[in-house]
């Protein structure tokens, strides 16, 4: 019986019982602990240069106000980028491949930037639905749309990971669907399909890591609009 292509993003089940939590808390494993001696390992080390580099490049456009997001921003960037990873392994779930999840991700974040905007310095935050200098006939007009993009923007973040995770991952097992299918009649085709999706496979690592980048760095800069 061959399975539908978006049978993949079903979320686990063993038992009648969800998986999800498990497909979460998985990821954490894989990272090392920083042990009591003054030398750590190798893999140690490479894991404080990248979240040192992370930080440095991610306060850059914030605030002195902002720094104190850094410890959140640092950590679901590597939380997205664990989950988005794993899930290019063989027999594994990707959670960020559900809107749901993605969503949960994206309203509370936003949300808390909106609400620190408000809380600050409201003329400011409300200064941005209005643009200085505009017709007063179109004032209604901005102010409307001005906040429905505000409103559009967790729709976005959620979206955008969410879609690009799943035509990655579609994309790779039609290719793959397609090496099985030709092997036999065609093997000069097979493998260059296979060379093909080799090469598609190393764009979609690049794609999990730059994707899980993007949403904390849209995050960062909805931050910035509102300190």
């Given at each position: 019986?061959?399975?539908?292509?978006?049978?993949?993003?079903?979320?686990?089940?063993?038992?009648?019982?969800?998986?999800?939590?498990?497909?979460?808390?998985?990821?954490?494993?894989?990272?090392?602990?920083?042990?009591?001696?003054?030398?750590?390992?190798?893999?140690?080390?490479?894991?404080?240069?990248?979240?040192?580099?992370?930080?440095?490049?991610?306060?850059?456009?914030?605030?002195?106000?902002?720094?104190?997001?850094?410890?959140?921003?640092?950590?679901?960037?590597?939380?997205?980028?664990?989950?988005?990873?794993?899930?290019?392994?063989?027999?594994?779930?990707?959670?960020?491949?559900?809107?749901?999840?993605?969503?949960?991700?994206?309203?509370?974040?936003?949300?808390?930037?909106?609400?620190?905007?408000?809380?600050?310095?409201?003329?400011?935050?409300?200064?941005?639905?209005?643009?200085?200098?505009?017709?007063?006939l179109l004032i209604p007009v901005l102010i409307i749309i001005e906040t429905i993009s505000l409103f559009i923007r967790p729709?976005?973040?959620?979206?955008?990971?969410?879609?690009?995770?799943?035509?990655?991952?579609?994309?790779?097992?039609?290719?793959?669907?397609?090496?099985?299918?030709?092997?036999?009649?065609?093997?000069?085709?097979?493998?260059l399909t296979a060379i093909l999706l080799a090469l598609l496979t190393l764009?979609?690592?690049?794609?999990?890591?730059?994707?899980?980048?993007?949403?904390?760095?849209?995050?960062?800069?909805?931050?910035?609009?509102?300190?």
């Open positions: 019986m061959t399975l539908s292509f978006f049978d993949q993003f079903m979320s686990p089940t063993f038992m009648y019982i969800p998986l999800v939590a498990v497909s979460l808390v998985a990821p954490w494993l894989f990272f090392p602990n920083p042990s009591t001696r003054w030398v750590g390992n190798r893999l140690v080390t490479l894991q404080s240069w990248f979240m040192n580099r992370f930080t440095q490049q991610l306060l850059l456009p914030l605030n002195i106000g902002g720094h104190k997001w850094a410890a959140l921003f640092t950590s679901l960037m590597i939380f997205l980028i664990s989950l988005n990873m794993c899930g290019l392994l063989p027999y594994t779930f990707t959670p960020t491949t559900q809107l749901s999840l993605n969503m949960g991700l994206a309203v509370p974040l936003w949300l808390a930037t909106v609400i620190i905007g408000l809380r600050n310095q409201p003329t400011h935050a409300l200064g941005h639905l209005l643009p200085e200098g505009t017709p007063t729709l976005a973040l959620g979206v955008r990971l969410t879609a690009n995770l799943t035509a990655g991952h579609l994309l790779i097992q039609l290719i793959a669907t397609a090496v099985f299918v030709l092997l036999q009649s065609m093997p000069t085709v097979a493998i764009l979609e690592v690049a794609v999990a890591a730059i994707q899980a980048y993007v949403f904390v760095l849209l995050l960062s800069l909805y931050l910035q609009e509102n300190i």
